[in-house]
């Protein structure tokens, strides 16, 4: 299996800019988790998918954030507008179930200026 | 409100030396247990996982850890450090309707 596939791996944008960042999960993971890690803030979920649902977005920080699954296999994470402090890395995770471990994507690094 | 602490967010040690990263849980119920380890530039691995059973678990790369229910713990050891173990280190509990992550332990292996 190829992992947990995310793009792009780097995004430069400005602020006001949308940003979208992809994941594909593992086959055959029901549950799709999504991250942001900074290092003032360390590493914070942000919402969770079981079987496409959104179970929980508590972690979102605020309405400019927006989390899709339309399917199986592909989630978007969208920021709109982005500001500089949206700078981090985001990470993708997928899970065969909300209790066992996770597998981890690569991370989007993101900078807005 | 349900947690997990990593006692020390830094720690050195030489290499050959022993490794110990602490890290404790809060779960009222029985917990499944996680390390991982972020290596620079790179998304978290998994190292070792307690769910039932033999409570001491042995991971990669020559990682152990034992939980204990008695002291909440569930601390990360491997008896002689290299060089190639300097990385973040999580420790993360999961019950029936949380995920928790700690908040790392930075390690460094000093030659």
């Known amino acids: 299996d190829a992992g947990v596939i995310q793009s792009p791996r780097h995004e430069v944008t400005e602020m006001g800019q949308e940003v979208t960042l992809r994941c594909k999960p593992i086959?055959?993971?029901?549950?799709l988790f999504w991250y942001r890690q900074t290092m003032m803030r360390g590493l914070e979920l942000l919402i969770y998918?079981?079987?496409?649902?959104?179970?929980?977005d508590s972690g979102m920080p605020e309405d400019r954030f927006s989390a899709k699954m339309p399917n199986a296999s592909f989630s978007t994470l969208k920021i709109q507008p982005s500001e500089p402090r949206d700078s981090a890395v985001y990470f993708c995770?997928?899970?065969?179930?909300?209790?066992?471990?996770?597998?981890f994507g690569p991370g989007t690094r993101l900078t807005v200026t | 409100a349900q947690s997990v602490t990593q006692l020390g967010s830094h720690v050195s040690v030489s290499e050959g030396a022993l490794v110990l990263l602490r890290c404790n849980y809060s779960?009222?119920?029985?917990?499944?247990l996680f390390w991982y380890v972020q290596y620079p530039n790179q998304g978290l691995q998994l190292l070792l996982k307690?769910?039932?059973?033999?409570?001491l678990v042995k991971g990669i790369n020559g990682f152990e850890a034992e939980f204990k229910k008695s002291e909440t713990s569930f601390h990360l050891t491997k008896p002689s450090a290299h060089m190639s173990d300097a990385a973040e280190y999580f420790c993360?509990?999961?019950?029936?309707?949380?995920?928790?992550f700690g908040p790392g332990t930075s390690l460094s292996v000093i030659p």
């Open positions: 993360a509990e999961t019950s029936y309707d949380k995920v928790i």
């Open positions: 779960s009222s119920v029985p917990p499944y």
């Open positions: 307690y769910t039932t059973g033999a409570t």
């Open positions: 998918f079981n079987n496409n649902v959104p179970i929980d």
């Open positions: 086959s055959g993971h029901d549950y």
């Open positions: 995770a997928s899970s065969i179930s909300r209790r066992h471990e996770q597998y």
